[in-house]
């Protein structure tokens, strides 16, 4: 337990310092946006890359992925019925706000979770992996068709496969896969620029706390909550129900399982609801939500869990 509370404070910590460096605006109002470009376009693939050439295959392809992947689509279609059916939704809308209820942060949050409270940053990349290259292509041909009279499937898929955290990770893999020994002339520089990703995601991601306002547009107060509570709430509990009696995962693979449940909603869910313009105002108030509350909530599964 003191394992779990080391890493949580390590977290915490990186949080706080980034919240702070937002309300006395350290890096001026470019800064978030500096860092998150930096992390996204730079120092996230290199991790991955760092990460995944090192990392046993049997882990990244274990039952942990097929268990996150499906307590994921029951969240979905949980939201997607009731916006949908009941709240008559459109397409677009339910789609946003099915993607705040299900689609975790599996990188800004997902990677130092995994670091410093599972132990292995790896753990975070199936289901990392799956949202970029299995929902995200999906996801964006419902938003292009939804929102545009032509969605092109190899426009979407040249998108994602550019994507460079699908780069980093994939080469990655390959690495693994044909278990390549790169010389200490590659890697070193590689684990560098690696080392600089987990601090400034969590600092990033302070900072992207300070000045938010939510629930204040009428309307949209109960999508808002559903896919929060879907998200902190039931999702853990869904993973935990799958892990435990369908995948009869125990133990460490269990706690893995149902904390990548935990995880908040990623910020991609605003990027994409910006991109097209609909469900804008949701998808950050869950994000927000979500992140605020998935503290507490990731502690509770470590402890009842770890």
């Not at 930096?38 to 049997?58: A, G, H, Q």
Request: glycine share 10%.
């Amino acid at each position: 337990m003191i394992d779990v509370l080391t890493g949580f404070a390590v977290v915490a910590v990186a949080i706080l310092t980034g919240y702070i460096v937002g309300r006395i605006d350290l890096l001026g109002p470019q800064g978030r946006y500096v860092l998150s470009r930096l992390c996204f376009f730079v120092l996230n693939p290199f991790l991955l890359f760092s990460v995944l050439s090192e990392s046993d295959l049997s882990v990244l392809f274990s039952s942990l992925l097929p268990a996150s992947a499906i307590t994921a689509a029951i969240v979905f279609v949980v939201f997607g019925l009731v916006a949908r059916l009941a709240w008559r939704r459109s397409w677009a809308q339910t789609t946003v706000g099915a993607l705040g209820a299900g689609y975790v942060n599996g990188n800004n949050i997902g990677i130092p979770i995994a670091t410093y409270v599972l132990g292995n940053g790896a753990l975070a990349a199936p289901i990392l992996l799956f949202q970029l290259l299995v929902i995200t292509p999906v996801v964006l041909a419902i938003l292009d068709a939804s929102t545009t009279s032509d969605a092109s499937f190899g426009r979407i898929m040249r998108r994602t496969l550019r994507n460079p955290m699908i780069i980093g990770a994939l080469l990655g893999v390959l690495v693994a896969a044909f278990d390549l020994d790169l010389p200490a002339i590659v890697m070193e520089p590689v684990h560098l620029l690696a080392g600089g990703s987990v601090p400034v995601l969590l600092v990033s991601f302070g900072m992207s706390l300070y000045g938010q306002r939510v629930l204040t547009q009428a309307g949209t107060r109960r999508d808002i909550l559903l896919a929060t509570a879907l998200k902190l709430l039931a999702m853990p509990v869904v993973a935990w129900a799958l892990g435990a009696f369908a995948f009869r995962l125990e133990g460490h693979a269990l706690l893995a399982v149902v904390v990548l449940a935990a995880l908040p909603s990623a910020q991609n869910v605003f990027n994409y609801a910006q991109r097209y313009g609909t469900g804008e105002v949701v998808a950050r108030d869950i994000v927000f939500l979500t992140t605020l509350g998935c503290l507490p909530v990731l502690f509770g599964c470590a402890l009842l869990l770890g």
